[in-house]
């Protein structure tokens, strides 16, 4: 079915509280909308967008009518000049629902700012969650999920994105960017520089849309490959974790009976544990063979 052959709206009009409702919009194909989403979109009393067209257009698709109720834009650009004026109809009693263009808003979306002013003036906030492309990405790169650490947007220009780079690079847990398509090979030449060319690395291109792509090959493979490629369209990064520093037993003993001979075992391990990365089970067991020769 095409998404312009929607059947007659699944919204239902509804009872909202006051509040704010953040609403995850489709990244790609407009049927990934939750019921809920589409109910909320039916029933707030305000609706505001960071663009107002799109938001337009995915209500015709799912037979959604304003009937003049106010479609405000919000984003990065207004947000200050903006926010009283959803304030006042939080303050009126009325539910005001917010979706950023595509995506979970504030998840590298407008969002933040409207979301604290509101929860201090002391109104709901909630959400109708849904699609993100950071989760899709992840779902589906084949890296560990366990951990993961979104660092959205590299910074533009490289010695500031090799910079950035190095201070994610010891994370424990996948690290997961956005990327504008133009910009994927450079990025992907400097985290080789930073990362190495070993770490497991994902190009995950236009998820949900017709042209989807997931390719997952070592950084060093993937940034040649993309070297030679013109992306089109819109893409999330992926690095797998690092290995843990190798530690040779001496050193790491080192560094424990320091933090014994100022706190607790437990205390001890905490901290040896986060400054080695080495594993805690690792770690306790040799604070206890410690201890026990005194
Ligand atoms: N709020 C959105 C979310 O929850 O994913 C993200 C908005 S951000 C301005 C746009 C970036 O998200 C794109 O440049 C791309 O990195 C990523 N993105 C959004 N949709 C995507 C898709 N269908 N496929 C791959 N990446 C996508």
Known sequence: MKDSDSPMTAA????????????ATPIGTARDITLRALDVLASADVLAAEDTRSLRRLMDIHGIALEGRPLIAYHDHNGAA???RLLAALAEGKSVAYASEAG?????????QLGRAVAEAGHLVTAAPGPSA???????????????????FAPTASGQRQSFFRGIAEVPGTLVFYESPNRVAK???DMVAVFGPDREAVMARELTKKFEEVRRAPLGLLADEMAERKLKGEVVLLVARGDPKQFDENALEDILREALKSGSVKDAVARTVEETGQPRRVVYQLALKLEKAG
């Open 187 to 189: 990025s992907l030449a």
């Open 104 to 112: 979970t808003p504030l998840i590298a979306d407008p969002g933040y």
């Open 82 to 84: 903006q926010r009283p």
């Open 134 to 152: 950071v989760l899709a990405a992840l779902a589906i790169s084949g890296l560990a999920t366990d951990s993961f650490f979104f660092a959205g």
């Open 12 to 23: 239902n009009r509804v009872s909202l509280a006051t509040g704010l409702y953040f609403l």
